[in-house]
């Protein structure tokens, strides 16, 4: 049994098909393999196999109607999307193919996959002539040259419909087989990253708080990298209205103190703790359960440190024999590489990312980067581009170490 499947959010497409009977098969051994699989469903499917069957089956509700108030509100247009971390199609007959390749979300199925960007397993089963035909070929084609479309079939044999020939659904085996190869595609596949992004919020009162400028774009660029690199990542994000990378777990965090939490509880099962946070160094001693009332008063507040999460964090595993390897962020505006390596020295880190936040196109809230990597070797590497090119090679960087 592969443990590639543990723990990773599978959705299953069910197309119109005869084979659709199948799909059930598919669901219960994906979730037999530990995997967490949600059911969406065309029309044309649930003539063939009931979307109670396939509730039954995931162990959750299924995707049939977009349309329909109460199922928005359950899934949300786009959840299954966001949700996911691959999808499996099967059966894709002609027409799910089709409409795939044309761009279309006009049912279940298509809308879900329409906003899903990770990798997707097309597994064709129709009649001999639909797969033969040149338009479901031109299709396919078409569909296959996006690296993240992978198919698996159709196989070959005799065909509910008596014609002999290729068509069916792949065997059981088989379909498992290339729906774990979704996820084997990188030098992070099973390795665990956990990355600290965003701002932290440090409340006053309840209309009150210290906070700073970031955006967590900079993590979240980090985390989809890791993801595309096969890793499972989570990541630990406070206040941020950043598009959120699929196939990427997000903790919601506001405080450090909950960021420190989060982290504490995770650190020793990770491979590769990234803490890109913008935590706020400071936080009011205490929090007015009410709102406090503007005088023309000068006001006093004491304010107090917050947890370093990224010390107290690498202080807590540096000693383990299999430590995660401790990636920091210092932005800086001045001395930016001689803060980096007293950073690097002081949190007993591999790799510190530097960035000077006064220079044009790097910083909080811009889409571009450029940062400096000190490495505990006292090794430099510039990097600049945008914040996703950057990610690309801080990872490669952080592999090199
Ligand atoms: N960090 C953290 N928790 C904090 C503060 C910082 O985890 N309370 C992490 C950041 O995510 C980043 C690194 O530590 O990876 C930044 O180090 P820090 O010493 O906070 O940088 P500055 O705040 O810039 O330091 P200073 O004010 O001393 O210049």
């Known amino acids: 049994m592969s443990n590639v499947l543990q723990g990773r959010h599978i959705a299953v497409g069910v197309g119109g098909g005869i084979a ?26 649930q003539e063939f196999i009931t979307p109670l069957t396939m509730q039954s089956l995931s162990g959750a509700p299924v995707f049939t109607e977009p349309f329909d ?5 359950q899934f949300g247009h786009l959840h299954l999307a966001r949700w996911a971390h691959a999808f499996v199609i099967a059966p894709a007959t002609a027409d799910l193919i089709a409409r795939i390749h044309a761009g279309m979300g006009n049912d279940a199925v ?3 996959l329409l906003a899903f960007r990770g990798p997707v397993l097309l597994a064709p ?8 035909n040149e338009q479901t070929q031109a299709n396919v084609r078409a569909l296959l040259a996006v690296p993240r479309f992978r198919m698996v079939g159709p196989g070959v044999g005799p065909l509910a419909d008596g014609d002999v020939g290729a068509g069916r659904l792949s065997e ?3 379909l498992i087989a290339a729906t774990a190869k979704l996820f084997e595609q990188g ?4 390795r665990k990253v956990l990355i600290t992004a965003g701002p932290t919020r440090e409340s006053m009162d309840p209309v009150r708080f210290i906070s700073n400028p970031s955006t967590g774009k900079m993590g979240l660029a980090m985390a989809a990298t890791a993801r595309a690199l096969g890793a499972e990542v989570t990541v630990i994000l406070g206040p941020s209205e950043a598009r959120r990378p699929d196939g990427v777990t997000i903790v919601d ?30 936080k009011a001693q205490t929090i007015s359960t009410t709102k406090v009332k503007k005088g023309d008063e000068p006001q006093t507040v004491t304010l107090v440190r917050t947890p370093d999460v990224l010390l107290t964090a690498s202080t807590k595993v540096h000693s383990n024999p299999k430590r995660p390897v401790l990636v920091g ?12 390596r007293g950073k690097l020295a002081k949190k007993k880190l591999d790799l510190v990312v530097a960035n000077d936040v006064s220079a044009a196109g790097a910083g909080f809230a811009v889409d571009t980067n450029a940062v400096t990597m000190v490495a505990a070797d006292g090794s430099q590497v510039n990097a600049q581009g945008s914040k996703a090119d950057v990610a690309r090679k801080v990872w490669e960087r952080i592999l090199s170490i």
Do not use: C
């Open 20 to 45: 659709a009977y199948k799909a059930g098969d598919l669901v219960r051994e994906l979730r037999r393999q530990g995997a967490v699989v949600r059911v969406a469903m065309t029309k044309g499917a």
């Open 69 to 73: 108030p109460n199922q928005d509100e």
């Open 110 to 112: 298509t809308t879900s």
């Open 125 to 132: 089963a129709m009649n001999t002539a639909m797969w033969d």
């Open 172 to 174: 059981l085996p088989d």
């Open 187 to 190: 030098p992070l596949t099973g």
């Open 253 to 282: 965090i506001t405080t450090a103190d909950q960021m420190l939490a989060e982290v504490m509880s995770r650190v020793e099962q990770t491979d590769f703790f990234v803490a890109s946070a913008a935590v706020s160094d400071w």
């Open 329 to 340: 962020f210092a932005a800086e505006t001045h001395d930016v590489i001689a803060y980096a």
